[in-house]
Nanobody, 121 residues
Framework: QAQLVESGGGLVQAGGSLTLSCTADETIFSRYIMDWKRQAPGKQRESVARLLTVGAPEYSDDVAGRFSISSDNAKNTIYLHMKNLKPEDTAIYYC???????????????WGQGIQVTVSS
């Protein structure tokens, strides 16, 4: 059973914009740190943007200034707003619930199914 469900993604031209959504079960959304990761062909999965319980969100150097992560608590949903997309942004994007700080680090991680984002040059 899927606890995290992603939507959005698709094909966009370089310079365009795209928004991804991830809806989680309330029991997960209320307890976990949520983030977005991506994996390009032949490369390791990398962190893109992370929501924190306090303070400003964190971004990778590659996307800082172009991507923005946000949340709608009433909908148990996080978003990844992507602007000025580049061909190197092409990857499968994953929503992730990080269990590191849940139940003294014993909780399982949860993952969305992955969404393909393709940016054409």
């Amino acid at each position: 059973q899927a606890q995290l469900v992603e939507s959005g993604g698709g094909l966009v031209q370089a310079g365009g914009s795209l928004t991804l959504s991830c809806t989680a079960d309330e029991t997960i959304f209320s307890r976990y740190i949520m983030d977005w990761k991506r994996q390009a062909p032949g490369k390791q999965r990398e962190s893109v943007a992370r929501l924190l319980t306090v303070g400003a969100p964190e971004y990778s150097d590659d996307v800082a200034g172009r991507f923005s992560i946000s949340s709608d608590n009433a909908k148990n949903t996080i978003y990844l707003h992507m602007k000025n997309l580049k061909p190197e942004d092409t990857a499968i994007y994953y929503c992730h619930a990080d269990g590191t700080y849940v139940d003294r680090g014993t909780a399982l991680d949860y993952w969305g199914q992955g969404i393909q984002v393709t940016v054409s040059s």
